[in-house]
């Protein structure tokens, strides 16, 4: 049971754009989603969070969307920079701090 | 560098066999979860440590075990190995089970042949 998908695996975008990486869930007793940045040969970072409270959540060139109605949330990067290539996974919280991931998608940014 | 630490970094072992892999939590966080990240696949949560106890289980399999000493490091035992256990496998630590952020250590390449 997959309670978190990202659709998209790989997203290509020019530098100084903007990223959109979406990501869709199905555990509506999630109270926390997650977006976590993964580069070759190192560990998952965590980049952003939201509570499920909230619709919308900004860290600098961060900004992640909540829709709740939707079981939906996005995560904009703008603008883009070469250095945010990397995979991204968003993952929902729930009661026991299981934190189902989603597939990831992978975000190469061209200069 | 995330404070937590994973040892050892690869390892290349034949099937049936059983390892051991090590994980020391950032200092002060009584959690440790471990995932398993198979090629082209997210991460998928195996089990989850509180302060020794376990707190809750994914998709682990029986041929897998894990736990979490007094020191708080925690181990994962993975026993009669396939070549489908292959893959990365991490593990994450957070100050207590309500905490919304997990701190991955950099994981441990596992290739069974």
């Known amino acids: 049971d997959q309670q978190v998908k990202q659709n998209s695996p790989s997203l290509s975008v020019q530098e100084g754009r903007i990223s959109i990486l979406n990501c869709d869930y199905t555990n509506s007793m999630f109270d926390y989603f997650l977006w976590y940045k993964k580069y070759p040969a190192e560990g998952p970072t965590f980049l952003i969070s939201?509570?499920?409270?909230?619709d919308k959540n900004e860290d600098g060139r961060f900004t992640v969307f909540l829709n709740k109605s939707a079981k939906h949330l996005s995560l904009h990067i703008v603008p883009s920079q070469p250095g945010d290539s990397a995979v991204y996974f968003c993952?929902?919280?729930?009661?026991?701090?299981?934190?189902?991931f989603g597939g990831g998608t992978r975000v190469l940014v061209k200069p | 560098d995330s404070g937590v630490t994973q040892t050892p970094k690869h390892l290349i072992t034949a099937t049936g066999q059983r390892v051991t892999l090590r994980c020391s939590p950032r200092?002060?966080?009584?959690?440790v979860y471990w995932y398993q990240q198979s090629l082209d696949q997210g991460l998928q949560f195996l089990i989850q440590?509180?302060?020794?106890?376990?707190?809750a289980k994914g998709n682990i399999l029986e041929r897998f075990s894990a736990q979490q000493f007094p020191d708080l490091h925690s181990e994962l035992n993975l026993s009669s190995l396939e070549l489908g256990d292959s893959a990365l496998y991490f593990c994450?630590?957070?100050?207590?089970?309500?905490?919304?952020?997990?701190?991955f250590g950099p994981g441990t390449r596992l290739t069974v042949l």
């Open positions: 993952a929902g919280r729930a009661a026991g701090n299981k934190l189902p």
């Open positions: 440590y509180y302060n020794g106890e376990e707190r």
């Open positions: 200092s002060g966080d009584l959690s």
């Open positions: 994450a630590s957070s100050v207590d089970p309500s905490t919304d952020t997990q701190y």
């Open positions: 939201i509570s499920s409270i909230k």
